[in-house]
């Protein structure tokens, strides 16, 4: 049964904007998107929003819907009340470009600072093999879709825009460990990921695991593990002890 | 001042924060309950008084180590000459060191206390950040060794709780109210300490080839599983130790009598 929504959607660009109200016939188990979309199609043709897949899958809708960052294609209308107004911006840590589009060029950026998977030599017969269990750890970081829904969140960066230079984000820390717990890849990136990456940024206020459409825990099975990585490498002695009595490099115990 | 919600090229929106549920509630309980926890722990350190009731010697005491300790109380002697303060400020230290630095309560007291965010997507207050790189926040690192240290307070503990099967004239066999508090206690101790991050590392998730070292695979996962649930045992082992403690204070005062079961 279809019933009228009161929408609030955010208009403008760079040089200013405001919320701007609107009240559009929606459809029982419709989704944001599916309003906006009509929003789009009945009364403001000139309404940007970016979408793809309509699926969760491609992590281009990202926004925010009574501001908590969501996906406009996974939030379904019957979370909230019929009678209650739905207020729809954009990412509010990245710059917009126009109305509910922002530019991530940032994420881009940051990605292009993590050093590439290198892979050991293959093995004689010209392949690479990995066990199963080692294969599997890593298929939870491979979910993330790059909404960048957990960059919009870190308060590390949306609070502090000065930040933004020296700080990677979840997204990336979360390929930082993806990479540094690869039992194939031969580069030590934990150095990398505390000083440059900005990991001793992040106070694990848990966030990004909040807002992930993908529910991956970045926090617990990503930047923590880094961070305690980390700590193997600086601030344990026991660790340091260990690697000088057997004379071996940290990095090849394993 | 550092630019935040309307740094350059962002959406000039005004408000801090356009959430309309109630985020202000899980911060505001958490700055409660931990505020409230921080008095009562504190008074009980300081006094030096009460804490001993045969056969249960309170967790904030244990082990009594210094020669101010009462009579019966120091188990594992009285090593410590030169403490003339309560001989529970220098147990404390280590388990709170180690609940301090502890990612989930560290998670708790950055938004309840620092408001540093206050809830997701709320603005904080403060006009720098600099995380956890600088002292004193950069000690946070130092978790690990808390952790080690946790565990032997764990031990000492699961000591206390197998004291406890005595009574007051020190026969064993026997089992009152204050021990099956007592074992709770050491029982959500235990899983609040085995499922901590760090501990969680150092069995396995320092690994990179978990499939070379299937042993500690198996315990990495094991102690994953108690890691999931890491935030309810830090909550329920803080309240599991206030009310040994209490209820060793209300024995010790009189207030009460031990339930003997048998």
Not at chain 2, 176 to 188: C, K, W
Request: proline share 5%.
């Amino acid at each position: 049964m279809g019933y009228d929504l009161s929408m609030r959607l955010w208009r403008g660009d760079r040089s200013g904007g405001e919320l701007a109200d609107y009240v559009v016939a929606v459809e029982e188990g419709e989704v944001v998107l599916d309003a906006i979309h009509r929003v789009q199609a009945t009364q403001a043709g000139d309404l940007a929003v970016r979408w793809n897949c309509k699926a969760g899958k491609c992590g281009s809708c990202s926004a925010e819907i009574n501001g908590r960052p969501r996906l406009l294609c996974m939030t379904r209308l019957s979370d909230f009340e019929p009678e209650e107004t739905i207020t729809v911006t954009p990412m509010r840590t990245f710059p917009v470009i126009r109305d509910l589009v922002t530019d991530v060029s940032y994420n881009y950026e940051k990605a292009k600072e993590v050093p590439a998977f290198a892979p050991t030599p293959p093995d004689k017969d010209g392949n690479r093999r990995m066990m199963q269990a080692d294969v599997e750890r890593g298929q939870e970081f491979r979910k993330c879709i790059e909404c960048f829904l957990c960059q919009d969140t870190c308060h590390v960066i949306r609070d502090h825009d000065d930040n933004k230079s020296s700080f990677a984000g979840p997204r990336f820390f979360l390929r930082y460990a993806e990479l540094d717990m690869h039992p194939l890849d031969t580069n030590d990136r934990r150095k990398l990921a505390q000083g440059a990456a900005g990991l001793g940024m992040c106070n694990i206020t848990k966030c990004c695991t909040e807002v992930c459409p993908e529910h991956i825990k970045i926090t617990d099975n990503a930047i923590i593990p880094m961070k305690e990585r980390v700590v193997d490498r600086r601030y344990d002695p026991v660790v340091w002890l260990g690697s000088k009595i057997l004379r071996r490099e940290q990095r090849n115990e394993t | 001042m550092t630019a935040g919600l309307l740094g350059a090229g962002r959406a000039r929106i005004p408000q801090k924060t356009l959430r309309k549920d109630r985020w202000w509630l899980a911060p505001a309980a958490t700055f409660v309950v931990f505020a409230a926890f921080v008095v009562y722990a504190t008074w009980r350190a300081f006094t030096g008084e009460l804490y001993y009731a045969k056969p249960y010697l309170s967790p904030f005491y244990s082990p009594c180590l210094t020669t101010e300790c009462l009579e019966g109380s120091s188990d594992f002697g009285s090593p410590i000459t030169w403490w003339a303060l309560s001989p529970a400020l220098i147990i404390l230290v280590f388990p709170l060191g180690f609940r301090m630095t502890c990612y989930y309560y560290r998670k708790a007291y950055y938004r309840a206390f620092w408001l540093s965010p206050p809830a997701c997507a709320v603005a904080e207050p403060h006009g720098k950040y600099s995380g956890e790189t600088r002292f004193p926040l950069i000690l946070q690192n130092l978790h690990r060794w808390f952790w080690y240290a946790a565990v032997a307070v764990g031990a000492v503990l699961t000591f206390d709780a197998v004291l406890a099967f005595r009574n007051e004239d020190g026969e064993w066999g026997h089992m009152g109210l204050g021990t099956l508090i007592f074992v709770v206690n050491v029982v959500l101790i235990w899983l609040y300490t085995l499922g901590c991050h760090s501990c969680r590392h150092i069995v396995g998730g320092r690994l990179r080839h978990f499939s070379k070292h299937p042993v500690r695979y198996r315990l990495w996962g094991l102690v994953s599983k108690l890691n999931e649930k890491h935030a309810r045992y830090a909550w329920l082992s803080l309240f599991s130790v206030a009310i040994a403690d209490l209820y060793v204070y209300l024995l010790a005062r009189g207030t009460i009598e031990d339930l003997r079961f048998f």
